[in-house]
């Protein structure tokens, strides 16, 4: 399980988080959601022990989470290729770096569910669209069967209708597999429905943990209420409005 | 005025991605132009700006990336001014105040070049030059993707006011046809380079005929999939 114990992180003089507390179980998804700057890729950064907690502790499983070997989905799709070796290299570094192998019909079985043509991993990272880098980027992170899997913005490239069929993918193979998610996204409607559970972060500080259900049905008022309040006026919560 | 511009078309690299399309905008229309990535809907955009502008309609922009409309050596002031000069403004005559209080950007000092501004900022600056004059048209591609939730519905609603009795007709721009709903009274549907559908937004979402059209319309939000 992965346990964020009363975090603080600082950068510089200003202070990125506070008192962050919260937990996965495998197998579960927890959507973060917030505005620009509430501190939500820091949160990632510090899961992933690229930023040091000025207090407190991140663990998976009681050890560092990286002996977890945690997996990855960037933000920015093609700034998270080398652009000079093609995609298939960058897909498999992890793996290689590991040791492991990946089994030809894993990677062939994701990248049919990710509906990318076959040849896309001989291609470099500019040689492909920025929706096609990203969907790439997910199969990086899926494709080494980590326990957890940390999603930055994982379907911001992506048209409506290619998020819905990736977002369903990444929730069917966790149903196989079991894996943790941790999904930051702005996009609300995709949190209400592919979360367990919705954090709201807001200058750097938790204002609530709920269900996507609480979140819809009964926000805390304030900024969660806001944000509910604004995925009914963009037409993300429609139907369950 | 109507506008109406016909045979728009575009061939990039020899493959045309724009089939030949006519359109007739009625004054104040709101129409949603939708789609899947690279079905042509910026690329329709793009050809009917051009045209209008050469029939000597005058059409407001908002690209999908203010980076399409900021130029990085130059200040935000000189853009403001750039907006009030091409619109036949006294400088300094636009209601700058009231259009950054409304898009929560009047802490931006405008002395500074556009990387100074965080994304979300620029983006609404953009839509706040748009918002300077009376055009005929605006065409907003993708405008609120760089924007937070909270932010972009605010900004939504900001058009909504700010077009209400005008005869300034809006395009809408996206693939995302749960916002184009709750925003627009007509819909477009792209495919493949052509217009396939276009009809009353109610009728497209409760009788799409296209299978473009269908795809938008069972994807169209979230929460209505099983999952």
Same mark, same amino acid.
């Given at each position: 399980?992965? $346990?964020?114990?009363?975090?603080?992180?600082?950068?510089?003089?200003?202070?990125?988080?506070?008192?962050?507390?919260?937990?996965?179980?495998?197998?579960r998804t927890l959507a973060?959601?917030?505005?620009?700057?509430?501190?939500?890729?820091?949160?990632?950064?510090?899961?992933?022990?690229?930023?040091?907690?000025?207090?407190?502790?991140?663990?998976?499983?009681?050890?560092?989470? $990286? /002996?977890?070997?945690?997996?990855? @989905?960037?933000?920015?799709?093609?700034?998270?290729?080398?652009?000079?070796?093609?995609? $298939?290299?960058? @897909?498999?570094?992890?793996?290689?770096?590991?040791?492991?192998?990946?089994?030809?019909?894993?990677?062939?079985?994701?990248?049919?569910?990710?509906?990318?043509?076959? *040849?896309? +991993?001989?291609?470099?990272?500019?040689?492909?669209?920025?929706?096609?880098?990203?969907?790439?980027?997910?199969?990086?992170?899926?494709?080494?069967?980590?326990?957890?899997? +940390?999603?930055?913005?994982?379907?911001?490239?992506?048209?409506?209708?290619?998020?819905?069929?990736?977002?369903?993918?990444?929730?069917?193979?966790?149903?196989?597999?079991?894996?943790?998610?941790?999904?930051?996204?702005?996009?609300?409607?995709? /949190?209400?429905?592919?979360?367990?559970?919705?954090?709201?972060?807001?200058?750097?500080?938790?204002?609530?943990?709920?269900?996507?259900?609480?979140?819809? +049905?009964?926000?805390?008022?304030?900024?969660?209420?806001? +944000? $509910? *309040?604004?995925?009914?006026?963009?037409?993300?919560?429609?139907? /369950?409005? | 005025?109507?506008?109406?511009?016909?045979?728009?078309?575009?061939?990039?690299?020899?493959?045309?991605?724009? %089939?030949?399309?006519?359109?007739?905008?009625?004054?104040?229309?709101?129409?949603?132009?939708?789609?899947?990535?690279?079905?042509?809907?910026?690329?329709?955009?793009?050809?009917?700006?051009?045209?209008? #502008?050469?029939?000597?309609?005058?059409?407001?922009?908002?690209?999908?990336?203010?980076?399409?409309?900021?130029?990085?050596?130059?200040? =935000?002031?000189? %853009?403001?001014?750039?907006?009030?000069?091409? !619109?036949?403004?006294?400088?300094?005559?636009?209601?700058?105040?009231?259009?950054?209080?409304?898009?929560?950007?009047?802490?931006?000092? !405008?002395?500074? #070049?556009?990387?100074?501004?965080?994304?979300? =900022?620029?983006?609404?600056?953009?839509?706040?030059?748009?918002?300077?004059?009376?055009?005929?048209?605006?065409?907003?591609?993708?405008?609120?993707?760089?924007?937070?939730?909270?932010?972009?519905?605010?900004?939504?609603?900001?058009?909504?006011?700010?077009l209400d009795g005008r005869?300034?007709? =809006?395009?809408?721009?996206? %693939?995302?046809?749960?916002?184009?709903?709750?925003?627009?009274?007509?819909?477009?549907?792209?495919?493949?380079?052509?217009?396939?559908?276009?009809?009353?937004?109610?009728?497209?979402?409760?009788?799409?005929?296209?299978?473009?059209?269908?795809?938008?319309?069972? %994807?169209?939000?979230?929460m209505a999939l099983p999952?």
């Amino acid at each position: 399980m992965l $346990r964020v114990n009363q975090v603080w992180v600082k950068r510089g003089a200003a202070v990125a988080l506070q008192d962050i507390s919260l937990s996965l179980e495998p197998g579960r998804t927890l959507a973060v959601v917030g505005e620009s700057g509430a501190g939500k890729s820091t949160l990632i950064a510090a899961i992933l022990g690229l930023l040091r907690p000025s207090h407190g502790e991140i663990t998976w499983a009681g050890a560092p989470v $990286r /002996a977890c070997r945690p997996a990855l @989905v960037m933000q920015e799709p093609r700034s998270a290729f080398n652009p000079v070796l093609s995609l $298939r290299r960058s @897909v498999m570094e992890p793996i290689v770096a590991s040791g492991g192998t990946i089994p030809a019909d894993r990677l062939c079985h994701l990248c049919d569910g990710l509906e990318l043509p076959p *040849d896309i +991993l001989d291609r470099r990272p500019t040689e492909v669209s920025i929706g096609q880098a990203q969907r790439v980027g997910i199969l990086r992170a899926l494709v080494a069967s980590a326990p957890l899997v +940390l999603f930055d913005e994982p379907l911001s490239a992506l048209d409506a209708v290619t998020q819905k069929h990736t977002a369903r993918l990444i929730s069917d193979l966790q149903c196989e597999e079991g894996f943790a998610a941790l999904i930051v996204t702005h996009d609300l409607g995709y /949190a209400a429905a592919h979360g367990d559970e919705i954090a709201v972060l807001k200058s750097g500080r938790i204002e609530e943990i709920a269900t996507p259900e609480q979140f819809v +049905l009964t926000p805390k008022p304030g900024y969660c209420e806001q +944000l $509910r *309040d604004a995925a009914l006026a963009l037409g993300a919560l429609e139907a /369950a409005a | 005025m109507t506008l109406s511009v016909s045979g728009l078309s575009a061939v990039r690299s020899g493959r045309t991605i724009l %089939h030949p399309t006519s359109l007739v905008i009625a004054p104040g229309a709101r129409i949603g132009l939708v789609g899947l990535s690279g079905s042509g809907k910026s690329t329709l955009g793009h050809a009917l700006i051009d045209d209008l #502008r050469a029939q000597g309609r005058s059409v407001a922009h908002v690209p999908q990336s203010p980076d399409e409309a900021l130029d990085p050596l130059r200040s =935000m002031a000189f %853009h403001w001014q750039e907006a009030e000069h091409a !619109l036949g403004l006294t400088p300094g005559s636009a209601d700058q105040r009231g259009l950054f209080a409304a898009l929560n950007i009047e802490g931006g000092d !405008l002395s500074k #070049r556009p990387w100074s501004w965080s994304r979300g =900022m620029q983006q609404r600056f953009v839509i706040a030059m748009a918002l300077i004059g009376t055009p005929d048209l605006i065409v907003l591609d993708e405008p609120t993707s760089a924007l937070d939730p909270v932010v972009a519905a605010a900004t939504m609603d900001l058009l909504d006011r700010h077009l209400d009795g005008r005869e300034t007709a =809006m395009m809408l721009i996206t %693939h995302d046809l749960g916002l184009a709903a709750r925003r627009v009274f007509q819909l477009m549907v792209m495919h493949d380079g052509q217009l396939v559908e276009q009809a009353p937004t109610d009728d497209i979402l409760l009788r799409p005929q296209t299978r473009a059209a269908q795809a938008l319309v069972a %994807h169209r939000n979230w929460m209505a999939l099983p999952c």
